[in-house]
Every structure is written in structure tokens, then in C-alpha cells.
């Protein structure tokens, strides 16, 4: 698709960018321009960064078509090596949403969209998806405001021999990791503040200098992460959080 006087720029991620088209909203990977003059090293550290992009938004459109039509999540309207055709959402990401309303949004309509967001993983785990980027930003909001999850770039698909419980990529997705990620999701829902954190064994150190986004080497234990006590479903945020909160049942 070409770009038109009428297009306009409504997400910029670190793998894509999304335009809108009138009704249509198009993603594509974000290309690394080579400034004039540039060093070799730049130049093809740019172009690995440029093809990395390609092969996420590539590899985003192989889990759309994947998982085919999963209530709650969004349908495509075409998929290709080069971009992903979707429906515009006019009402923007829960994230926008909240920031905008939040003052006028109860809890009672904060649990509703946590328990869509649950059944929307669920569906997704069904389908031997890992999410890996569970996130406000990354649920859109139709006319009814019920939720709409996008964005697979960093999702992963458990091959059928795999025990999805006790699977880990070599990423470190896991089910336990979706499960902390909705975790925080629900933390920034209820409470407004952001709290994100990975766990990556490879690191030499922790990273947990930015209070909203953390990387652990190891999971991290209670005292590490935000206090919920006084928060609206604290218990089951900290359980989503601590390494044995949940355990998968069979």
C-alpha cells in the first residue's frame, strides 16, 4: 500500500509502525535509514536491524495466520511477507484508553476487561501460542469497547510434541512468563503504574534500575517487585508475579 495525503501514524513499536488507511490500519517493519557518511559498522548494523524487523513483522504474520479466528483477538485483513492489513479501531489501545478515561472508569469495568483479557490468552494457549508481550498497549478497543489483543511479533508457537506447561524457549517464553505478564497487565489496570519485568538466566546482572521495566537473572522474589497489598486484586497480581503463584494443573 502506497502512502496518501489521508494516511496517518498511530503506532510506533521497535519492530513496526503502524498507518491508518481510512478503515484500514497497516503495519509494517520499521526500515533503518543509512545516514550520509556512515561507517561501515553502522551501515551494516542497520541493515541487521532492518532485516531483524522484517523477519519479526514476517514471523508476526505466520502466528495471525496460525492462529486463524480466536475470539478477541484481531483479524487480519490480509497477511504478507511486508505488512499485516487490519481493522482501524478508532478507540485506540486500553492503554490510551485509560490514561484519557482514567478517572472515570470503575472497577467493575477494570475486572470486566481483566477477565476478557484472561479468556483471550486462554483461547491463545489453546492454540499452542505463547504471547510473550501481554501489555495494555497491545489490546485495542472496539465501538463496544470489549478488548482486541494485537501485536505476535514476539510470540511463540509451541510445536505439538512440546509439553506447553513445562515449555521454555530459548527466549525464555514460557507460560509462566505470559502469566506474570498479565500480572503486571492487571497491575497497571488497577493501579495505573507500570511494572514489567523478564527473566533472562543469560544476564550478568540484574537490570532493575527503571521502576517499570525490569530484567531478572533469576525469578524475582516478592520483596523485588511492587507491594499490592493495598490494591484492588493485589493477592492474585502477586501470585501471577511469584515464581510458584500458580501452579498448571492438568
Given at each position: 500500500m502506497t502512502k496518501s495525503d489521508d494516511s496517518e501514524l498511530i503506532g510506533l513499536g521497535r519492530v513496526g509502525r503502524v498507518m491508518r488507511f481510512g478503515d484500514i490500519a497497516v503495519k509494517t517493519a520499521n526500515i533503518w535509514a543509512v545516514p550520509k557518511g556512515a561507517t561501515e559498522t553502522t551501515i551494516i548494523s542497520l541493515e541487521q536491524m532492518t532485516e531483524l524487523n522484517k523477519e519479526s513483522l514476517k514471523h508476526e504474520g505466520h502466528v495471525y495466520c496460525h492462529l486463524g479466528q480466536v475470539p478477541g483477538v484481531i483479524e487480519p485483513y490480509q497477511v504478507s511477507d511486508t505488512e499485516i492489513r487490519m481493522p482501524y479501531l478508532r478507540q485506540?489501545?486500553?492503554?490510551?484508553?485509560?490514561?484519557?478515561?482514567r478517572d472515570s472508569v470503575d472497577n467493575m469495568r477494570r475486572l470486566q476487561w481483566l477477565q476478557e483479557a484472561a479468556h483471550i490468552i486462554r483461547r491463545v494457549h489453546e492454540r499452542r501460542v505463547l504471547v510473550a508481550d501481554i501489555a495494555t498497549r497491545n489490546f485495542l478497543l472496539d465501538e463496544n469497547l470489549s478488548l482486541q489483543m494485537c501485536d505476535f511479533t514476539e510470540s511463540v508457537i509451541v510445536a505439538d510434541d512440546e509439553d506447553l506447561a513445562d515449555f521454555v524457549s530459548e527466549d525464555f517464553v514460557s507460560v509462566k512468563s505470559d502469566v506474570a505478564r498479565f500480572g503486571s497487565m492487571m497491575y497497571e489496570v488497577i493501579s495505573g503504574?507500570?511494572?514489567?519485568?523478564?527473566?533472562?538466566p543469560d544476564i550478568e546482572t540484574d537490570l532493575d534500575d527503571d521502576p517499570e521495566s525490569k530484567t531478572f537473572k533469576a525469578w524475582p522474589a516478592a520483596d523485588r517487585l511492587p507491594d499490592t497489598n493495598d490494591v484492588f486484586l493485589g493477592e492474585i497480581i502477586w501470585r501471577c508475579w511469584v515464581r510458584d503463584g500458580f501452579k498448571i494443573r492438568d
Open positions: 485506540g489501545s486500553l492503554s490510551r484508553y485509560l490514561r484519557v478515561h503504574n507500570r511494572c514489567e519485568f523478564y527473566v533472562i
